[in-house]
């Protein structure tokens, strides 16, 4: 057993299965008390199980590391509570969150109801933000903390998928918000892009979602191809686990992709190209003008509608 998180206290969400699972083994096995949190929902987030949080938690245990259930939900700011007190009570600080509770929902935007759009973003956009808020005070009072958060590949964009990709698209804003606000006080907030084969990017409706597309273009066969051999979850974990220890310090306010043997940081949104002219002294830009300067300027740099490879967590 490592000695990396010896003394830390953390919780994981969505740890009773998948990436979360192995995400709890691996802070166990480096010495962390561990709140294994997970609701035991189907995919699209109907039903619930003990069985799944009580599965990872007897499985730390019986390699010696400490960890206790809770089978809260997420998506209500009260719920969201309960997972972060359990850990004050039980362990008496909170170090490391882990945000990996998830639901997954394949429909085109044109068809997808209100009802449908809620179900994903409560879960995995307010969720995030719901274990964040009630996490960060007690972070910021012992000045030292770890936010992992998980986006996807998809927040780059992709068809079938626009409530996922937005709600993975709001938390990677939110973490890099939250790591400008809260790193005064010694707390990092990052986000991991997994690609990990789970039931989310094996099951049937990742399976749908791959092949919509790869028919609408958006990914190459090449890619459409490799798809259905994803590396296990397994090879994500040691990453998560450097991130909340003492060795992720100068790792602040990033998107670090994830998926078997390779780590990759991801650029920031930024300006890349400009027109420009005096506003002030020439008025607002004319048709005219826009239909000269836009073609060899702005359109010739425009980024190709490809989307990248869907596999996340």
């Avoid at 090879?235 to 790792?251: C, D, H, Q, W």
Wanted: aromatic share 8%.
């Amino acid at each position: 057993m490592g000695e990396l998180l010896k003394g830390k206290s953390a919780v994981v969400t969505g740890a009773g299965r998948g990436i979360g699972k192995e995400i709890a083994l691996a802070l166990a096995a480096e010495g962390a008390s561990v709140v294994v949190n997970d609701l035991g929902a189907a995919l699209n987030g109907t039903g619930d199980s003990t069985a799944p949080a009580d599965e990872t938690v007897a499985e730390i245990e019986k390699t010696g590391g400490k960890a206790i259930p809770s089978y809260d939900s997420v998506a209500e700011y009260e719920s969201a509570g309960k997972i972060i007190k359990t850990c004050m009570d039980s362990f008496g600080r909170i170090d490391i969150l882990v945000n990996f509770a998830g639901n997954y929902l394949v429909k085109m935007s044109y068809e997808m109801t209100p009802k449908e759009w809620d179900s994903i973003i409560k879960v995995h956009l307010y969720g995030t933000f719901y274990c964040s808020r009630h996490a960060l005070p007690h972070m910021i009072e012992q000045k030292w903390g770890r936010i992992v958060s998980a986006t996807s590949d998809a927040y780059r964009g992709l068809p079938g998928s626009v409530c996922y990709s937005a709600a993975k698209g709001g938390i990677v804003s939110l973490m890099r918000s939250m790591a400008l606000e809260v790193a005064q006080f010694g707390i990092n907030c990052n986000c991991i892009a997994p690609g990990a084969g789970t039931r989310l990017t094996m099951g049937p409706e990742a399976q749908a979602k791959y092949k919509m597309a790869f028919e609408a273009g958006a990914i190459s066969r090449e890619v459409y191809e490799s798809l259905q051999d994803i590396p296990s979850a397994k090879f994500i974990a040691p990453m998560v686990a450097y991130l909340a220890s003492e060795n992720g310090a100068p790792i602040n306010g990033c998107v670090l992709g994830c998926s078997g043997g390779k780590i990759s940081l991801h650029s920031l949104v930024e300006e890349f190209r400009a027109v420009f002219k005096d506003c002030r002294k020439e008025g607002s830009w004319t048709m005219e003008e826009l239909k000269r300067i836009i073609p060899q300027t702005i359109e010739a740099s425009s980024p190709s509608l490809k989307s990248p490879a869907p596999v996340g967590g």
